[in-house]
């Protein structure tokens, strides 16, 4: 959530949020009380976005490998960072090959 609430805030532009679950991003564009174990982060997910336009998009897995080793880092390290204007070390070999390129 913290990556999210400062995407919001450093920028204007609509908010493309990218997954590889096609249920993770239909529940976020649905009005359907979520019952799941992770409904408490679609509801927060949800109001972050209630000010700002939001595209989901749906990636496939192997379009989805920086998004799995900052996760792993994360989890390796017990630690959230952020990085503005650079690129964390973890993903210097991967970022160049999984860049999306999205038009408005």
């Not at 990556?3 to 805030?9: P, S």
Request: glycine share 2%; hydrophobic share 40%.
């Amino acid at each position: 959530m913290p990556g999210m609430a400062l995407a919001i805030q450093h920028s204007v532009h609509p908010v493309v949020v990218q997954s590889d679950s096609s249920e993770a991003l239909a529940s976020l564009s649905s009005n359907a009380l979520t019952r799941s174990a992770y409904g408490h982060l679609v509801l927060e997910i949800k109001e972050l976005m209630s000010n700002r336009e939001f595209v989901p998009l749906k990636t496939s897995r192997s379009q989805n490998r920086i998004a799995n080793r900052l996760a792993n880092y994360s989890r390796s390290d017990r630690a959230t960072s952020v990085w503005l204007r650079s690129v964390p070390p973890c993903i210097e070999d991967l970022w160049p090959l999984d860049c999306n390129t999205m038009t408005f």
